[in-house]
């Protein structure tokens, strides 16, 4: 039992929003999701995959990140994507200090959920910031978007082409519009 308090102090220190959690279920369901999060990490495996089509953006989180980040999928409209780019280490730094809720943070295991920076809101899933895309949105709920994911290239070559349909048709009906 010392053990196990002593886990949970150690929680308390490093993220206060872990160790409120870990306080209020049973002990060994905290450790079971803690183990859970770092051989989560072990794998390999992104926490979310992102699927386009139609009129919109499905981001699924996958497998235990869905209890990390109090969700299991975001759907957004494509009229609603404005950019997307790598996100990277640099970006994990700027958004270190922002205000989480709710969320999970294990430094140097994971960042996941809402979080709060001036006047933008951010949803996070990421384990490797190397692995990571930032989506930047309008008219959502959420300014941006920072997920993990398999094959960043290949996801930001997605997005962006579906932008650069969504601009091409705007630009072809402008200029009807104009002829």
Do not use: C
Request: aromatic share 6%; glycine share 8%.
């Amino acid at each position: 039992m010392g053990v196990i308090i002593g886990f949970v102090t150690l929680l308390r220190m490093l993220q206060p929003s872990v160790g409120h959690i870990v306080a209020l279920v049973p002990a060994g369901v905290a450790a079971a999701l803690l183990i859970g999060l770092i051989l989560r990490k072990s794998l390999d495996m992104a926490p979310t995959e992102v699927e386009i089509g139609g009129s919109s953006m499905l981001v699924r989180v996958r497998g235990i990140d869905k209890l990390a980040a109090f969700k299991s999928r975001l759907e957004v409209p494509l009229s609603y994507v404005v950019s997307a780019e790598a996100a990277g280490p640099e970006l994990m730094r700027q958004w270190r200090w922002a205000l989480r809720y709710p969320g999970t943070a294990l430094p140097g295991v994971i960042r996941a959920d809402t979080y709060y920076k001036k006047d933008e809101r951010a949803s996070w899933d990421v384990y490797d910031p190397d692995k990571a895309v930032m989506i930047r949105l309008r008219d959502e709920g959420y300014d941006r978007l920072v997920i993990e994911v398999e094959n960043p290239a290949a996801t930001l070559a997605a997005i962006q082409e579906t932008i650069d349909r969504r601009i091409g048709s705007a630009v072809i009906v402008v200029k009807s519009v104009k002829a």
